[in-house]
């Protein structure tokens, strides 16, 4: 049997971008990415408060101490501008 184990969270984010024609991933001011211990391209949960869709991505360091959360890819279609996520 193999568990699975929560490492950190970034909790109640607000979405500062999303960007339907990028390939994938959810982009992270780099800072927040470190005090979370959240590895570059590490595995990522995303869960939005705002309307209840739940599904995984890659993290994506983005520039540091610019507040960034940008949803990119398909999952424009779910997660918008403004929601706030976990």
């Known amino acids: 049997m193999?568990?699975?184990y929560?490492?950190?969270?970034?909790?109640?984010?607000?979405v500062?971008?999303?960007?339907?024609?990028y390939e994938g991933s959810c982009e992270i001011d780099i800072a927040l990415l470190k005090a979370a211990n959240i590895d570059p391209y590490e595995k990522i949960d995303?869960?939005?408060?705002t309307n209840g869709e739940r599904f995984s991505k890659y993290a994506i360091p983005g520039k540091p101490d610019k507040g960034i959360i940008?949803?990119?890819g398909a999952?424009?279609?779910k997660i918008k501008k403004y929601d706030e996520i976990i």
């Open 46 to 49: 995303i869960y939005d408060i």
């Open 6 to 14: 929560l490492n950190s969270k970034i909790h109640k984010a607000m």
């Open 2 to 4: 193999e568990r699975q």
């Open 16 to 21: 500062t971008h999303s960007n339907i024609d």
């Open 75 to 77: 999952c424009c279609q």
């Open 70 to 72: 940008a949803i990119n």
